[in-house]
């Protein structure tokens, strides 16, 4: 079970918007919608952000943002904040009830 | 409050084994499923297995199979997860996380660091 793709830096400056993908295959990602995102800051529990591909956790901005086309999901953070600074993993359901993660983006606002 | 509260860190030797505690506060335990999952020092964050708390069927990666078993106390609101046979690659940082509508880690405990080294 290979962990999804994701770009391992993203950068962009204040008020820019990003893109982070996470490529995965036909048994992941292609085939269920179940791709959550989450948001780590250093020394804390990751944060659910976007689950079920585009649906915002309660509470998370209207600045992000999920998609997915075909084996690619992707998470679009507009209007870039300093406090988006931090590493960002995308998640998604498998084959056999098991869930893989992807490598992790780390964002820095410029 | 809904949290998941987590064991303190441990050390250990190699060849020892490790279990790790979450406890579930201010939901019915028993109706979500618990996942752990592990994040090596500057590394990506890894599943390791589930467990249903209702039925108690679990479910393990493939990496961890024979090496991690998974179990809960209902009475408790606790879940377990045991890792045997440590290796040095085995420090991490280990969390467990509950999963809402089977989709997604809504709630994640603290964290417990364990460390193995001679």
């Known amino acids: 079970q290979s962990a999804l793709t994701q770009p391992a830096s993203v950068s962009g400056s204040p008020g820019q918007s990003i893109t982070i993908s996470c490529t995965g295959s036909?048994?992941?990602?292609?085939?269920?919608?179940?791709v959550s995102w989450y948001q780590q800051q250093p020394g804390k529990a990751p944060e659910l952000m976007i689950y079920?591909?585009?649906k915002r956790t309660s509470g998370i901005s209207n600045r992000f943002s999920g998609s997915k086309s075909g084996n690619t999901a992707s998470l679009t953070i507009s209007g870039l904040q300093a406090e988006d600074e931090a590493d960002y993993y995308c998640?998604?359901?498998?084959?056999?009830?098991?869930?893989?993660f992807g490598g992790g983006t780390k964002l820095t606002v410029l | 409050q809904v949290q998941l509260v987590q064991s303190g860190a441990e050390v250990k030797k190699p060849g020892a084994s490790v279990k790790v505690s979450c406890k579930a506060y201010?939901?019915?335990?028993?109706?979500?499923?618990i996942h752990w999952v592990r994040q090596a020092p500057g590394q990506r964050l890894e599943w390791m297995g589930w467990i249903n708390t209702g039925n108690g069927n679990t479910k393990y990666s493939q990496k961890f199979q024979g090496s991690v078993t998974i179990t809960r106390d209902t009475s408790a609101s606790t879940s377990y997860m045991e890792l045997s046979s440590l290796r040095s690659a085995d420090t991490a940082i280990y969390y467990c996380a509950r999963v809402a509508g089977g989709v997604a880690f809504d709630i994640w405990g603290q964290g417990t660091m364990v460390t193995v080294s001679s």
């Open positions: 036909s048994s992941d990602v292609g085939t269920y919608n179940l």
């Open positions: 998640c998604s359901y498998a084959v056999g009830s098991t869930w893989v």
């Open positions: 079920e591909g585009s």
């Open positions: 201010g939901y019915t335990f028993t109706t979500y499923v």
